[in-house]
């Protein structure tokens, strides 16, 4: 859009760009068309726009006719993108903030690209709402503040360089793209503006780590940044003396010497979790069982899995006070269904253990729930989708907190019932085909 349209547009519109807002149009249709490019969108791709305006890159999405979402802030433009695209079906307009704006549903749309040229005065929140664990989005596209932009793609022993560098390195690799001046803009701002791109980091690329412990650690590590982290980060639970002889780090350290490798293996160190490093182990004893769940014999588990011999196992719904299930995706380092969606707590029984015993076990390991005797639902025969497992589930409330092994779970979140369903119906392939059985069990 050029400004000798944007102009009377805003005028229509009696929109006067706000400083507050951080509203700077873009008004250069080759570096609208530039930054959509940058997304490479592929067929089958969704993608999410943040703060559209008028809609300088929303007109060039609606021409590659992916499925998109515009989440616009000023309820005059909002209304305005709802009645420009109401006849282009491809085209979904949000009045909404999108520092609050609940992004869940997208899981069911995925793949999804993130895209957005983002206010000035917020863009580092927008950010960290959309892409901290978990998130939908598997690529982005973002115009920056330049300032912003290079605390980003910042390096150890640099300025830039701090906690909002490594919560978004930990989970995305980014690119800086291009630097845009002034001109690009109506009105123009003070500052250049510069293009990124993000991509999610592939399951294993980095060590398993607990995401609280790692943002706990940095924010206090970076509070006090020229200070050696000796002094900043006592209190921390971190043994730093462990860590200086076990990571080779200079005892005198400061928080911005240190790479995001060694800000994880701190994290790793300072986790406390009984079960950090250890997502299964093969010779586990199982009570082998029959089709009537009378036990056989016992086996170690790398056996009963490899010939699917009958066993057994539960699952646990945890629901928080909306009504909400909580799911978790399974590590990568699970040797069933990795890297996939699964019931909040579930596990196989000890040899001897008995399924309620096993279910309280299993919330108290996976989730940090004490204090619970879960509640009875249903029971599930063996089938190939259980693994050969007879199956009872159970129920359970959430507490404030959840707190679970990295090595087990890569992330989880609350959601809906009836996304969840939706989320099923249109990538089955997104969940351990345990839960899938589980849930409908359950709906039943």
Same mark, same amino acid.
């Not at 000023?74 to 909404?96: C, G, K, M, Q, W």
């Not at 679970?404 to 969840?420: A, C, K, N, R, V």
């Given at each position: %859009? ?30 609208? #068309? ?9 067929? @089958?791709?969704?993608?999410? =726009? ?6 300088? %890159? ?64 917020? @863009? ?15 690529? !982005? ?42 001109? !690009? ?15 999610? /980091?592939?399951?294993? =690329? ?6 609280? +412990? ?25 043994? $730093? ?21 060694? $800000? ?24 082998? *069982? ?6 056989? #014999? ?17 699952? *646990? ?34 040899? @001897? ?5 096993? !279910?309280? /076990? ?25 693994? $050969? ?5 159970? /129920? ?32 089955? =392939?997104?969940?351990? +085909? ?11």
């Amino acid at each position: %859009m050029s400004i000798s349209t944007l102009r009377p547009l805003l005028e229509r519109l009696r929109v006067r760009p706000s400083k507050k807002l951080g509203q700077n149009f873009l008004v250069d249709d080759n570096i609208s #068309r530039w930054i959509v490019d940058q997304l490479d969108l592929q067929e @089958g791709d969704s993608v999410l =726009e943040v703060g559209p305006g008028t809609g300088a %890159m929303s007109e060039i999405l609606a021409e590659t006719e992916a499925k998109s979402w515009l989440v616009e802030y000023d309820e005059r433009l909002a209304n305005y993108l709802i009645e420009h695209f109401a006849d282009t079906p491809s085209v979904t307009v949000a009045h909404e903030d999108a520092v609050q704006h609940d992004a869940r549903f997208l899981f069911a749309e995925q793949p999804v690209c993130l895209l957005g040229n983002l206010p000035y005065s917020c @863009g580092g929140h927008i950010m960290i709402h959309y892409l901290m664990p978990p998130s939908p989005f598997s690529r !982005a596209v973002f115009m920056l503040q330049k300032e912003v932009a290079e605390r980003v793609v910042a390096k150890p022993r640099t300025k830039a360089y701090g906690a909002f560098s490594l919560r978004i390195q930990a989970y995305w690799k980014a690119r800086m793209l291009k630097s845009i001046g002034p001109a !690009a803009f109506f009105p123009r701002p003070q500052v250049d503006s510069s293009v990124i791109a993000l991509e999610r /980091r592939s399951p294993g =690329e980095l060590p398993t780590f607990d995401h609280a +412990t790692f943002d706990r650690l940095i924010r206090q590590g970076f509070s006090q940044r020229r200070k050696q982290l000796k002094n900043v980060l006592s209190g921390s639970g971190l043994d $730093w003396d462990a860590a200086v002889a076990a990571l080779d780090l200079n005892p005198a350290a400061r928080a911005e010497e240190l790479t995001l490798e060694q $800000w994880i293996e701190l994290a790793r160190m300072a986790d406390d979790h009984p079960l950090k490093d250890n997502p299964q182990k093969g010779d586990e004893l199982f009570d082998v *069982v029959d089709e009537d769940d009378l036990v056989v #014999r016992q086996e170690k588990r790398r056996d009963v899995h490899a010939n699917g011999w009958l066993h057994r196992a539960i699952h *646990v719904f945890v629901f928080n006070k909306a009504g909400e299930l909580f799911l978790q995706k399974r590590s990568h380092l699970k040797d069933a269904h990795p890297n996939a969606w699964d019931s909040s707590a579930s596990g196989h029984l000890d040899a @001897g253990e008995d399924y309620e015993s096993a !279910a309280v /076990r299993e919330i108290e390991e996976e989730l940090g729930i004490t204090g619970q005797i879960p509640e009875y639902l249903a029971t599930l025969p063996p089938s190939e989708a259980t693994g $050969w497992e007879h199956v009872k589930l159970y /129920r359970a409330e959430a507490p404030k907190r959840l707190r679970y092994p990295s090595s087990e779970i890569e992330t989880g979140d609350f959601f809906s019932l009836e996304l969840i369903e939706n989320w099923i119906a249109q990538r089955p =392939e997104d969940f351990a +085909t345990g839960f899938i059985e589980c849930f409908f069990a359950f709906k039943k």
